[in-house]
């Protein structure tokens, strides 16, 4: 990737996220929050990186992803997008920046676009939230929409567990998801549904689908990048494959150091001036 001159790198759209689905090519998606893994992630060949509010729970250690604010979404919104070269980069609207009314969300998905530099903004809910989707896709952002198990209505679920396993949830579900192509989304995630259902959404919707403990059915996949490389050991959902045991390495490699610096072995005399 550093030997191709930044002008040659062909930037993703939503146009061509749209193309992929029609081609039938699966869509990679990933979370970053800062500038260092978006870098990583981005010269790997990632399609979308989602700024998630799960930043919440993954940089700040919350148990939810309630307490992050537009201000704390916007600093790491922008740290991912000074790294970004290739990959869109999609940021969540976080809990009380959309709900009030439809021109607090404008003004949230405004903030957002303007002070991080991001390409889109993802929100979660159907219809409860059609006016906002509506607004702020007029002032010209593209929105992805989000349904299934949306954590930011956790303490209304009451658990992470499964959602729409029920047929007045599943109505519910493909409904807001239509409702969503409707208003003019370019995408929606679908968390935790059954692999059934996500597949009917899918071939239903003409907008590429992500998946997320949704089945492989869906236009795409995309995972907490902390958990798919181990570095959170303690998170091991169903849907999760993890591709790194990170916390192992960066044990040992800190233990090492440690032991390194207490038995005055570093800095050897190659490593200093
Ligand atoms: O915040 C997030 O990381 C997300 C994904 C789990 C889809 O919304």
Redesign the pocket.
């Given at each position: 990737m550093s030997s191709i001159h930044k002008s040659e790198i062909k930037k993703v759209t939503t146009h061509q996220l749209q193309e992929m689905k029609y081609r039938g090519e699966k869509i990679s998606m990933l979370?970053a929050y800062d500038f260092s893994m978006a870098r990583l992630l981005d010269a790997a060949g990632i399609d979308v990186i989602?700024v998630?509010?799960?930043a919440s729970n993954v940089m700040a250690g919350h148990e939810t992803?309630l307490p992050i604010t537009l201000d704390q979404m916007i600093y790491h919104a922008s740290s991912v997008i000074r790294a970004v070269e290739r990959a869109l980069v999609v940021v969540?609207l976080p809990f009380g920046s959309y709900q009030g009314n439809s021109s607090e969300a404008l003004r949230s998905a405004i903030r957002i676009m303007k002070e991080s530099g991001a390409h889109a903004v993802?929100i979660e809910g159907g219809l409860e939230i059609k006016e906002s989707v509506l607004r702020i896709l007029s002032a010209g952002i593209p929105v992805m929409g989000?349904l299934g198990l949306t954590?930011q209505s956790i303490y209304k679920f009451g658990t992470y567990a499964v959602r729409a396993q029920e047929e007045v949830e599943a109505k519910k579900l493909r409904e807001d998801a239509k409702l969503l192509q409707d208003c003019g989304c370019f995408s929606v995630?679908l968390?935790k549904i059954p692999s059934s259902l996500a597949k009917e959404v899918s071939e239903h919707l003409q907008i590429p689908v992500i998946g997320?403990g949704a089945g492989p059915h869906t236009d795409g996949q995309?995972l907490?990048s902390h958990d798919m490389l181990g570095i959170n050991n303690e998170f091991k959902p169903r849907f999760l494959r993890t591709y790194a045991n990170l916390q192992e390495v960066i044990h040992n490699a800190v233990t090492q150091y440690i032991k390194d610096v207490k038995s005055n072995d570093f800095p050897n005399q190659n490593e200093c001036y």
């Open positions: 979370t989602l998630g509010d799960s992803t969540d993802k989000h954590p995630v968390e997320i995309v907490v």
